[in-house]
């Protein structure tokens, strides 16, 4: 919201929601479950929440009190540009048109075709390991950014280990916090031969404006993996 | 009459079984294993095969024969064919003293939440026990209850817990939750090991003893058995390795339950003849659960305690309905 | 086999169960009756003797020693007990079930040898129940079932056996049947059995010697036919009885 310059027509947001700095200082209403009190303190017209979530109560109970609860779908990378366009006409937001251009044109920009392609392995949690498919965001990202993904299934499985180690990847992305020290205990091998790197949550985690960014931040990764 | 000859066929027979279960689960998998390479020496052939499997297949005999042992100990201990480790509690309290820690970010200290875990399933025996004595004595019904009480105790902890935790610390808190075996190590085999053969032997040592309390704790009594020491060790060395199993492993719910059962189908005998049969099969049925979770669509993964729960419920639906 | 119940009291919150009751009984060979309404502290009794509980007071003694200075499975080997409506957890088989008693003559890593097979199957011959040895407890009708329990208890061949209510829940052929299972048992082996039962009949008809209990007392320790008199047992139970044949008939006339 704050990308097509509908920022001020924010009343709250959720507890997670950090970024930009503006939105941090607004009132909260809660984080897995959020608080209906809240949200219906705050007064908003419609509440916006993302489709990774299960809301179906919540939304029954908006309803109940007369507020419409929107869906946004950014599961894929090429859903942002246009729910950003459909953000900002509803919101008759001033900064649709440059922002939903920032967007295209910057992953444009950022899109790169290699010679030879890294194999990469995003790690959604290491103990027992959770890792990014096919036809998901970070898969979208790695074929922006002249990229292989390592896992071959789709969405977000349990992966065996082993499989990791049969064919050991390039590049491993994990989000800053997360503890890999299990895994790599249990696949040394993944030391040995990828470039193990740290990706900005935000970024990597949320899909949203800030995909520009993530492929820019992609790309840097895979340059230095490409002069080593 | 369950001669010592027919008690030695059986447990060959199941011996067989487990390893065969052993092999097959070590042999197979997400990666086709050239096994040319791994006598020649092939380093990734060796590490998955000596790395990663067969400590996964060692540690998943020995909890599935830890928890089909606990469950027959429970069940006689507490005469009731339904005791389960889990529902007096001490996976409860494993997944408790887990889910609490993660929420506190413990999680990053590597090694610490396996040991807060295994301190949760014997801080919740050491209560269930407690809360069921009465003037020095407990009662099998008193304990169901205080662990079942316990177990909505805990299971209000770990939501809370849930509810303070910052949103990534969640899965932490789940992966005791829903157990699996990925990932175990040779440490962890190592540590299961030893607890377990340090509970059998206490086990054996009272088994002719531990039988007893089936025909009641009074009859027990009259016939020279000291039952509230009996009870104390014998509850004491089931939760205690029930507690490191839930501590590598995670919660794996119906082999306690469903092991002991089958068990006692295919050969009617008490205590004694049962423990030894109960960890073979109990090792055999995880072995295999956990080999069908890894290959059924790998490379990925599915809960072993999936497995383990599509069999259970109808077996403990049909023992439902047997049950006067 | 001596055993002497002396100045023995049991409570338990707060209730007496057991106040104050001696009794000794000398030599071998003797069926006695332990009668009383329910509630009237036998079944309490019977376990202070069986060791499976220790009074708060006084002692009992077996062949003069106290009940805590024996070792444990030496007193079981001696003293057999049959809890009320005994029912094991699992299915079991009677042969199982009955050598199963002889658990106090095993050591620590034995199973059952032979001999204790043999034992078994004479505990349940003597019971008349060899033909259940291969049978399953839940097959079995209340008669059968008590006839096994019976036989456990006996497999030990013990001096002295405590029987809880050995007749609830009989029909009455089979309680005659068990009544004179027990005389048998008595005059063939020896052994000293002493039976709790509510029902003054059955408790009079074949025993040697009636220990009768009231409110944790002990009341009446007299033979069979001093105590199935109608002023007895209008001292005793405080109503008027009619005696037939030193049996207790119902009154000719209701009162209504």
């Given at each position: 919201m704050f990308a097509v310059g509908a920022g001020d027509q924010l009343v709250a947001t959720d507890d997670y929601s950090d970024s930009p700095p503006a939105a941090k200082r607004l009132p909260k209403v809660?984080?897995?479950?959020?608080?209906?009190?809240?949200?219906?303190?705050?007064?908003?017209?419609?509440?916006?929440?993302?489709?990774?979530?299960?809301?179906?109560?919540?939304?029954?109970?908006?309803?109940?009190?007369?507020?419409?609860?929107?869906?946004?779908?950014?599961?894929?990378?090429?859903?942002?540009?246009?729910?950003?366009?459909?953000?900002?006409?509803?919101?008759?937001?001033?900064?649709?048109?440059?922002?939903?251009?920032?967007?295209?044109?910057?992953?444009?920009?950022?899109?790169?075709?290699?010679?030879?392609?890294?194999?990469?392995?995003?790690?959604?949690?290491?103990?027992?390991?959770?890792?990014?498919?096919?036809?998901?965001?970070?898969?979208?990202?790695?074929?922006?950014?002249?990229?292989?993904?390592?896992?071959?299934?789709?969405?977000?499985?349990?992966?065996?280990?082993?499989?990791?180690?049969?064919?050991?990847?390039?590049?491993?992305?994990?989000?800053?916090?997360?503890?890999?020290?299990?895994?790599?205990?249990?696949?040394?091998?993944?030391?040995?031969?990828?470039?193990?790197?740290?990706?900005?949550?935000?970024?990597?985690?949320?899909?949203?404006?800030?995909?520009?960014?993530?492929?820019?931040?992609?790309?840097?990764?895979?340059?230095?993996?490409?002069?080593? | 009459?369950?001669?010592?000859?027919?008690?030695?066929?059986?447990?060959?027979?199941?011996?067989?079984?487990?390893?065969?279960?052993?092999?097959?689960?070590?042999?197979?998998?997400?990666?086709?294993?050239?096994?040319?390479?791994?006598?020649?020496?092939?380093?990734?052939?060796?590490?998955?095969?000596?790395?990663?499997?067969?400590?996964?297949?060692?540690?998943?005999?020995?909890?599935?024969?830890?928890?089909?042992?606990?469950?027959?100990?429970?069940?006689?201990?507490?005469?009731?064919?339904?005791?389960?480790?889990?529902?007096?509690?001490?996976?409860?309290?494993?997944a408790c003293g887990a889910a609490v820690a993660s929420a506190f970010g413990l999680a990053r200290v590597p090694g610490l939440v396996p040991v807060i875990a295994f301190a949760g399933a014997c801080g919740a025996t050491a209560a269930v026990f407690l809360l069921a004595r009465r003037r020095g004595r407990s009662d099998a019904t008193r304990l169901l209850l205080?662990?079942?009480?316990?177990?909505?105790?805990?299971?209000?902890?770990?939501?809370?817990?849930?509810?303070?935790?910052?949103?990534?610390?969640?899965?932490?808190?789940?992966?005791?939750?829903?157990?699996?075996?990925?990932?175990?190590?040779?440490?962890?085999?190592?540590?299961?090991?030893?607890?377990?053969?340090?509970?059998?032997?206490?086990?054996?040592?009272?088994?002719?003893?531990?039988?007893?309390?089936?025909?009641?704790?009074?009859?027990?009594?009259?016939?020279?058995?000291?039952?509230?020491?009996?009870?104390?060790?014998?509850?004491?060395?089931?939760?205690?390795?029930?507690?490191?199993?839930?501590?590598v492993a995670g919660i794996i719910g119906f082999v306690g339950l469903l092991v002991p059962h089958l068990v006692r189908m295919m050969w009617r005998r008490d205590f004694r003849f049962l423990l030894p049969l109960c960890a073979l099969a109990g090792g055999s049925l995880l072995v295999v659960s956990d080999l069908v979770s890894r290959v059924v669509i790998a490379p990925v993964e599915l809960p072993v305690g999936a497995f383990t729960a599509i069999l259970g419920v109808p077996f403990f639906l049909s023992v439902l309905r047997r049950e006067r | 086999m001596r055993l002497d119940v002396d100045n023995v009291s049991f409570a338990y919150a707060e209730t007496s169960a057991v106040r104050d009751v001696s009794l000794s009984i000398n030599g071998a060979g003797a069926l006695v009756a332990l009668a009383g309404p329910n509630g009237s502290g036998k079944s309490t009794l019977l376990k202070l003797i069986a060791r499976v509980a220790s009074p708060s007071r006084g002692e009992v003694r077996l062949d003069g020693k106290r009940t805590s200075d024996w070792p444990a499975k030496e007193y079981a080997k001696r003293v057999g007990y049959l809890p009320q409506d005994p029912d094991p957890a699992f299915p079991m088989r009677a042969i199982d079930v009955v050598v199963s008693g002889r658990a106090p003559f095993l050591r620590?890593?034995?199973?059952?040898?032979?001999?204790?097979?043999?034992?078994?199957?004479?505990?349940?011959?003597?019971?008349?129940?060899?033909?259940?040895?291969?049978?399953?407890?839940?097959?079995?009708?209340?008669?059968?079932?008590?006839?096994?329990?019976?036989?456990?208890?006996?497999?030990?061949?013990?001096?002295?056996?405590?029987?809880?209510?050995?007749?609830?829940?009989?029909?009455?052929a089979h309680v005659q049947q068990v009544s004179s299972l027990l005389r048998g048992i008595v005059d063939r082996t020896g052994a000293t059995i002493i039976f709790a039962s509510h029902d003054l009949n059955w408790a009079s008809a074949y025993s040697d010697r009636m220990l009768v209990m009231r409110d944790g007392a002990l009341a009446r320790d007299a033979a069979p036919r001093d105590v199935m008199r109608e002023d007895v047992v209008r001292e005793l139970f405080g109503y008027d009885a009619r005696i037939v044949d030193g049996w207790l008939v119902p009154q000719r006339e209701t009162t209504m």
């Open positions: 809660g984080g897995v479950q959020p608080s209906l009190e809240r949200i219906v303190a705050a007064k908003p017209n419609r509440v916006l929440a993302p489709s990774s979530a299960n809301y179906t109560s919540l939304a029954a109970a908006l309803k109940a009190n007369g507020i419409p609860l929107e869906i946004i779908r950014t599961d894929r990378v090429n859903e942002i540009p246009t729910v950003m366009q459909h953000v900002g006409d509803e919101l008759n937001a001033p900064r649709t048109r440059d922002a939903v251009d920032a967007v295209k044109n910057g992953l444009a920009r950022e899109t790169r075709k290699r010679a030879k392609p890294p194999r990469i392995l995003f790690v959604a949690w290491p103990d027992p390991l959770y890792v990014g498919g096919r036809e998901t965001f970070v898969d979208d990202l790695y074929a922006i950014c002249g990229a292989q993904n390592a896992v071959q299934v789709k969405a977000w499985p349990q992966y065996a280990i082993e499989s990791v180690i049969a064919s050991p990847p390039d590049i491993v992305l994990y989000t800053q916090h997360l503890d890999v020290a299990p895994l790599l205990r249990a696949a040394p091998e993944l030391k040995a031969h990828a470039m193990l790197v740290t990706v900005n949550e935000n970024h990597f985690t949320r899909p949203g404006p800030h995909v520009v960014d993530a492929a820019a931040e992609l790309n840097r990764i895979i340059d230095q993996w490409e002069r080593r | 009459m369950g001669t010592p000859l027919s008690h030695a066929r059986a447990i060959l027979i199941l011996s067989l079984v487990l390893l065969a279960a052993i092999v097959l689960a070590v042999a197979a998998g997400a990666t086709p294993i050239s096994w040319r390479a791994f006598f020649d020496g092939d380093a990734t052939m060796r590490a998955i095969v000596l790395r990663i499997r067969l400590p996964r297949v060692i540690a998943g005999a020995l909890i599935g024969a830890t928890l089909a042992v606990a469950g027959v100990t429970f069940q006689t201990l507490l005469r009731n064919p339904l005791a389960d480790p889990f529902i007096l509690g001490v996976s409860g309290g494993a205080s662990g079942l009480v316990l177990n909505a105790l805990f299971s209000a902890l770990i939501l809370i817990a849930f509810g303070l935790a910052p949103a990534n610390d969640v899965n932490a808190a789940l992966r005791w939750m829903i157990g699996t075996l990925s990932g175990a190590t040779w440490n962890d085999a190592l540590l299961l090991a030893v607890l377990f053969v340090a509970a059998m032997i206490v086990l054996v040592f009272i088994a002719n003893d531990l039988r007893l309390l089936v025909f009641g704790e009074d009859d027990a009594r009259a016939r020279g058995v000291d039952v509230e020491r009996i009870k104390l060790l014998g509850f004491g060395a089931a939760s205690i390795i029930t507690g490191a199993a839930v501590a | 620590r890593f034995e199973f059952e040898k032979d001999s204790d097979y043999q034992h078994a199957e004479d505990a349940l011959a003597m019971c008349d129940a060899v033909h259940l040895a291969d049978r399953y407890l839940d097959e079995m009708s209340g008669g059968e079932r008590k006839r096994v329990f019976l036989a456990r208890v006996l497999a030990g061949s013990p001096q002295l056996v405590l029987l809880d209510e050995p007749f609830a829940s009989l029909d009455v």
